[in-house]
Every structure is written in structure tokens, then in C-alpha cells.
């Protein structure tokens, strides 16, 4: 059942970017094809296959100014869910050491790519730190989850939340950049009124990714905060202070596409704001309604 569940969410990003990638990179699709055929293929030979999400993710760092914003896409998500798989396999089957040190170690990295991605401004690498971060969020509750024995709840919540809200801000946020010509964040500026519903739903997705009540990665940090003051408040605390930077840093990209000169052209592209519509909505669901997705995810382990 795991192995089904990591592939229907590889197979959904699959999708959604080659929707997006029809209206911008169609040569794209093939690569998508490609990647999407021999992931599932290993992960099918061996869970430990996955481990390929690290070239995936290093990838995403060293070449990301030479990638297709597709292509950045691809490996940043297909890399961040095989991660996720890979992880939750080790902790599933091995014993693991010093879980509080990996556990203050994952908090740290998430605080210094947020105080840096607050201050980015290329449009990529803010996007490559908030990857980063939500992989660091998939680790901590897993480590959280081995020292409490909740491994059921918090083993897969924040991958499946994370890959509705990831995928829906990377996609609007590549709409709204125009498959990133605009380079910059500060080139974004006013962006909300030239395509007011993916305007729309980058909002929604920022909002999720920083936590906020009501959306999907709230139930999340919700049970990983609550999870962890059991163990040890200091990290509860940590974590608290984590999320007020992620607000900072997510609430940055709502300020500048909704201040500055812009046009009101209000003009959606029909196919991949349909995938953006039902990522925002799924999104909203699973945070009005965390006993939906909880339902779901106790059925995976």
C-alpha cells in the first residue's frame, strides 16, 4: 500500500506538469514521460532505487539556472517524493540513532533557509529553499514520529499535504512568471491582476505553505507540533518560531504580486488553471476537513 500511495502522488505531479508544460515546454512532456516511466520502474525493483531523489535534488541546486522551469519542477518534486519514500522506508525498517540530534539538526536547516529565502529574490532558488524546507518539515516528522510511535499519522501527512500545496505554488507561480521570464520575484509585482484566479490560487498555496489554519499543512504541523511538545517543548518552541518565518517568507510572495504597476487583463490559461482550481480546492478540503485526509493516510500504513 505504500508503495501504491507514493506512485498515485508521483503520478499526480506527473500530470499536473504536463498540463502545465503543454501550454509552455511541449518537448518537456517526453522528458516528463521518461522520468516518470523509470522512477515507477525502480521503485518497483527496490525501495532503495529512490535514493536516485538525491542526484534529483542536487540537480535542482547546481544546474538551476540552466534547467527548464518544467524541468525544475520535475526534479524538485519528483525528488522531494521519493525522499519522502525513501525516509519513511528506514525508518520503518531500521532502528535509528541519535532521532533528538536529527531532529534539532532538521529544525536548524529549516530556520537558515528561511531567513535566506526571505531575502531572495530570483524566483528559482526562493523556490529551490522552499523545497528544501518542506523536505526538512518530512524528516523531522518522521523522526518525530519514530520517537512517539505515531508513524502512521505523521510518516506520510506532510508529503501528501505537501504535494497539492508544492505542486499548486510552483505551477501558479511558474503562470504568473510566465514560465519564468520574469526571473525575478520583484518582477512579479502586480502579477495578481493580470491572471486574478491563478492570482488567486498562488495565495491559497502560500498560505497553505506557511501553515496557516484552514488549509492542509496546517493539519500537519498541527499533529508534528503537538507530537513533539510531548517529547521535548524546546522543539514545540522552535517549531512555533519556524512557522512565524515561513509566514514571513510565503506572505513576501502574496505582498509583491498584489502591490505595484500591473495590468488588469485578467486572463487564465484554460487547462492548467482548471489543475490549479482542483489542487486549491483539494487543498482548502483537507484543512476544513483533516479527518478526510487522516482517514486516507491510516489507510496507507
Same mark, same amino acid.
Given at each position: 500500500?505504500?508503495?501504491?500511495? +507514493?506512485?498515485?502522488?508521483?503520478?499526480?505531479?506527473?500530470?499536473?506538469? =504536463?498540463?502545465?508544460?503543454?501550454?509552455?515546454?511541449?518537448?518537456?512532456?517526453? +522528458?516528463?514521460?521518461?522520468?516518470?516511466?523509470?522512477?515507477?520502474a525502480a521503485m518497483r525493483i527496490n525501495w532503495c532505487y529512490s535514493l536516485v531523489s538525491i542526484p534529483f535534488l542536487i540537480l535542482t541546486i547546481i544546474l538551476y539556472n540552466r534547467m527548464s522551469y518544467t524541468q525544475l519542477v520535475c526534479f524538485s518534486m519528483f525528488g522531494s517524493i521519493l525522499m519522502a519514500y525513501f525516509l519513511l522506508k528506514v525508518f520503518l525498517v531500521y532502528e535509528i540513532a541519535f532521532l533528538l540530534p536529527i531532529a534539532i539538526l532538521s529544525v536548524l536547516v529549516m530556520c537558515i533557509?528561511?531567513?535566506?529565502?526571505?531575502?531572495?529574490?530570483?524566483?528559482?532558488?526562493?523556490?529551490?529553499? =522552499?523545497?528544501?524546507?518542506?523536505?526538512?518539515?518530512?524528516?523531522?516528522?518522521?523522526?518525530?514520529?519514530?520517537?512517539?510511535?505515531?508513524?502512521?499519522?505523521?510518516?506520510?501527512?506532510?508529503?501528501?499535504?505537501?504535494?497539492?500545496?508544492?505542486?499548486?505554488?510552483?505551477?501558479?507561480?511558474?503562470?504568473?512568471?510566465?514560465?519564468?521570464?520574469?526571473?525575478?520575484?520583484?518582477?512579479?509585482?502586480?502579477?495578481?491582476?493580470?491572471?486574478? *484566479?491563478?492570482?488567486?490560487?498562488?495565495?491559497?498555496?502560500?498560505? =497553505?505553505?506557511?501553515?496557516?489554519?484552514?488549509?492542509?499543512?496546517?493539519?500537519?504541523?498541527?499533529?508534528?507540533?503537538?507530537?513533539?511538545?510531548?517529547?521535548?517543548?524546546?522543539?514545540?518552541?522552535?517549531?512555533?518560531?519556524?512557522?512565524?518565518?515561513? +509566514?514571513?517568507?510565503?506572505?513576501?510572495?502574496?505582498?509583491?504580486?498584489?502591490?505595484?504597476?500591473?495590468?488588469? =487583463?485578467?486572463?487564465?490559461?484554460?487547462?492548467?488553471?482548471?489543475?490549479?482550481?482542483?489542487?486549491?480546492?483539494?487543498? *482548502?478540503?483537507?484543512?476544513?476537513?483533516?479527518?478526510?485526509?487522516?482517514?486516507?493516510?491510516?489507510?496507507?500504513?
Amino acid at each position: 500500500m505504500i508503495d501504491i500511495f +507514493f506512485m498515485i502522488l508521483l503520478f499526480i505531479s506527473f500530470i499536473s506538469l =504536463s498540463i502545465y508544460s503543454i501550454h509552455y515546454e511541449k518537448k518537456d512532456i517526453a +522528458f516528463l514521460f521518461i522520468i516518470m516511466v523509470l522512477l515507477v520502474a525502480a521503485m518497483r525493483i527496490n525501495w532503495c532505487y529512490s535514493l536516485v531523489s538525491i542526484p534529483f535534488l542536487i540537480l535542482t541546486i547546481i544546474l538551476y539556472n540552466r534547467m527548464s522551469y518544467t524541468q525544475l519542477v520535475c526534479f524538485s518534486m519528483f525528488g522531494s517524493i521519493l525522499m519522502a519514500y525513501f525516509l519513511l522506508k528506514v525508518f520503518l525498517v531500521y532502528e535509528i540513532a541519535f532521532l533528538l540530534p536529527i531532529a534539532i539538526l532538521s529544525v536548524l536547516v529549516m530556520c537558515i533557509m528561511a531567513v535566506t529565502a526571505i531575502f531572495e529574490d530570483n524566483l528559482k532558488k526562493y523556490l529551490i529553499y =522552499s523545497n528544501i524546507i518542506q523536505l526538512m518539515f518530512v524528516l523531522l516528522d518522521l523522526t518525530i514520529a519514530k520517537m512517539t510511535q505515531k508513524i502512521s499519522t505523521l510518516g506520510t501527512i506532510q508529503i501528501f499535504n505537501y504535494t497539492f500545496a508544492g505542486l499548486l505554488f510552483f505551477l501558479t507561480l511558474g503562470v504568473l512568471s510566465r514560465d519564468n521570464q520574469r526571473k525575478n520575484i520583484s518582477s512579479l509585482q502586480g502579477t495578481f491582476y493580470e491572471d486574478k *484566479l491563478n492570482g488567486l490560487f498562488s495565495v491559497i498555496a502560500a498560505i =497553505s505553505l506557511a501553515g496557516l489554519p484552514g488549509l492542509n499543512i496546517f493539519v500537519s504541523e498541527w499533529f508534528l507540533f503537538k507530537a513533539s511538545f510531548l517529547i521535548n517543548p524546546v522543539i514545540t518552541l522552535f517549531g512555533i518560531f519556524i512557522a512565524l518565518l515561513l +509566514f514571513i517568507m510565503y506572505f513576501k510572495i502574496i505582498n509583491v504580486i498584489s502591490v505595484g504597476n500591473f495590468n488588469s =487583463s485578467n486572463v487564465s490559461l484554460k487547462h492548467i488553471t482548471y489543475v490549479n482550481f482542483i489542487l486549491a480546492v483539494i487543498c *482548502l478540503i483537507f484543512g476544513l476537513l483533516p479527518q478526510v485526509q487522516l482517514y486516507i493516510l491510516n489507510k496507507v500504513l
